[in-house]
DNA sequence: GCCATTATTGTAAGTGCTTACATTTATTTT
DNA sequence: AAAATAAATGTAAGCACTTACAATAATGGC
């Protein structure tokens, strides 16, 4: 069953059938409805290739992020996914992992699969030294490349962002405020989200003309049981801390563990504050304190802002979304 | 840049040039190192879609789901990218949620899209209703269809199964022989998988001559707090149980909460077991003892079978993998 | 060196759609 | 009712590839 078989049937040439699919208004209603009728009869569907070979795109969207077992990604997946379909458009994923050469290797997949634009998601999906991001900044001269919760400048680059560094200060404020004084920063990784949140602690501590003591700040993998252990070594090292404060709930867990094993009472003892709102924070007793960084909104942004570009809108190539503390048990706020 | 600027430049045929991009062996050393040659000079890639009209396939996978969210399915979905991106296949990733609608739908998507195969994740893709997955089976006249975990009869349909019946009776004969004489099963779905773990519940106690109890088996959603509120209830309502048995970690978490909150002694008042172990066993306190379901075997083996399917090897319709018991804290086997 | 094979290369006809442009038909306007 | 305009439809030329078949070049046997 092809174009040629429909307008056969339908008595009417594969131009008029072509337009009823592509819903052109330059149809008649009696020709429109006799055309569906037929389509319908057979059970037609138009063949993909043809159609990009002719159109020279597939409303199709690439979505990479690192890995998609991780909790805040996944959700995130959903969202876009379903924002995409919503406009009309279907989605690749890939999951790249973390080695620069499978990004690379993986985006020209989907390069040469000619997606309509790129959804990047995670800040860890850009690497740090700006040269290695180079191979994106080129490729956005021909398709839109949109950042979830990641920061990178260029032409045709747009970002939609959680404001951190903000969220990070108010709860590291609340803290402070709630009698805390030695507040351990911890945090997974280097990226663009990663120092940013760590640059709110330290405006936090600088706004009230306290000292940042640089080990209060300590590098951790976004693992429970390794951040457990890390935070038993520092309480055996004699460092002295009442309250936790970490880039991912994952950590905010393994705090919590660490609390039970050393038999810290929470929140009295050691408050915890964990970030993302993801599942991990209703698991443990007490349930965790954490920061939502509000991933559906993040997405909806991205898909909006992303069917903005593609018509020729103007529309801000940076977009910053405010982050939501969830009170729960491991903090003593009022 | 297309087929016939290389050949152009590489002073040869748009036959040779397909011939080399499609690895034919019948093209001379000399012509295809200049062919290769003119094509990493231009950074010439072949457009798919004209690739897809001329050969009518794209390499292409079509991976359904119904929540990318949950943890295993999240996890099956990395494992059975790779594998697949390992065999030089691509994947696009579908989303449903839980209604049939939906599923037709995005199931009719993907094939107008021309994927090579199906692969549905998870046994919540399939309907109770015989009749309302007979589009699979009519649909797996076209094209084959792969089940991970999930369960349905019919021609060029492909299942690859773990074994839960085995696994949750198993666990439960070891809970019976550590003293637990009431056993709470609590169970998610009446999916395949779904009764199937609760017929190895029932296997357990059948074996022991012992009768089952209707109130000890409890359905309750996949959620952390609502498990913990059901065990709550029942546990005021007056009915005795010492041991959990679940057929989601979510669940488990659920239970350990419920003991925190009714001060009862894990693993020594109240037992528990969860299901895939995925990172909800290890966040609470006490971790919990769980059957790991082995996505990552499940989704190789998937990927595999399909691959012969491909290949047109003889290949089991069905292939059953054990399961594996990760002991935990939450019980006290010796 | 000639013919039969075989290996290599080229030609041209699909593949199923889109769309600029041409043509026909319907609707106004005068 | 003719002319002008607008609406609907059709024709045919792409789009970038694959591949059957034809043609040519290389090789080997005598």
Redesign the interface.
């Known amino acids: 069953m092809n174009i040629y078989d429909v307008s056969k049937k339908a008595g009417v040439s594969i131009a008029t059938v072509s337009r009823v699919l592509n819903g052109n208004p330059n149809v008649s209603e009696k020709t429109r409805a006799r055309v569906l009728d037929v389509m319908n009869e057979t059970g037609y569907?138009?063949?993909?290739?043809?159609?990009?070979?002719g159109l020279g795109t597939?409303r199709t969207i690439g979505i990479m992020c690192s890995?998609?077992?991780d909790?805040y990604l996944?959700?995130a997946?959903?969202y876009l996914?379903?924002e995409l379909?919503l406009s009309g458009y279907?989605?690749?994923?890939?999951?790249t992992g973390n080695s620069l050469e499978n990004k690379r290797q993986?985006f020209?997949?989907l390069?040469?699969?000619?997606v309509d634009a790129f959804i990047l998601v995670g800040s860890k999906f850009i690497e740090l030294r700006a040269k290695d991001n180079s191979y994106l900044v080129e490729a956005a001269k021909d398709v839109p490349i949109m950042l979830v919760n990641g920061y990178l400048e260029g032409e045709n680059i747009y970002c939609t962002l959680c404001d951190d560094r903000t969220a990070v200060r108010q709860a590291a404020e609340q803290l402070l405020s709630g009698g805390c004084n030695d507040i351990l920063y911890l945090f997974t990784s280097y990226s663009y989200s990663g120092t940013n949140k760590m640059k709110g602690y330290r405006d936090a501590l600088m706004n009230l003309g306290l000292s940042v003591r640089e080990d209060y700040i300590q590098n951790c993998p976004k693992d429970?049981?390794e951040t457990k252990k890390l935070l038993s070594r520092l309480d055996e090292e004699g460092l002295h801390f009442d309250a936790v404060l970490t880039s991912d709930d994952?950590l905010a867990?393994g705090a919590?563990?660490y609390a039970?094993?050393y038999g810290r009472k929470i929140p009295d003892d050691l408050s915890i504050i964990g970030y993302n709102n993801s599942?991990?924070s209703?698991?443990?007793?007490p349930e965790i304190t954490s920061i939502d960084s509000k991933v559906e909104a993040l997405c909806t942004t991205t898909v909006t802002t992303l069917m903005g570009v593609f018509n020729g809108c103007n529309v801000p190539s940076r977009t910053t979304i405010a982050a939501d503390l969830i009170k729960r048990a491991t903090t003593k706020f009022h």
Request: aromatic share 8%; hydrophobic share 40%; net charge positive.
């Open positions: 569907t138009p063949n993909v290739f043809a159609r990009g070979l597939i890995d998609s077992s909790p996944a959700h997946i959903y996914e379903r379909r279907d989605s690749i994923l890939c999951c993986y020209d997949l390069r040469s699969k000619k429970v049981l994952a867990v919590v563990k039970h094993a599942i991990y209703i698991c443990t007793d």
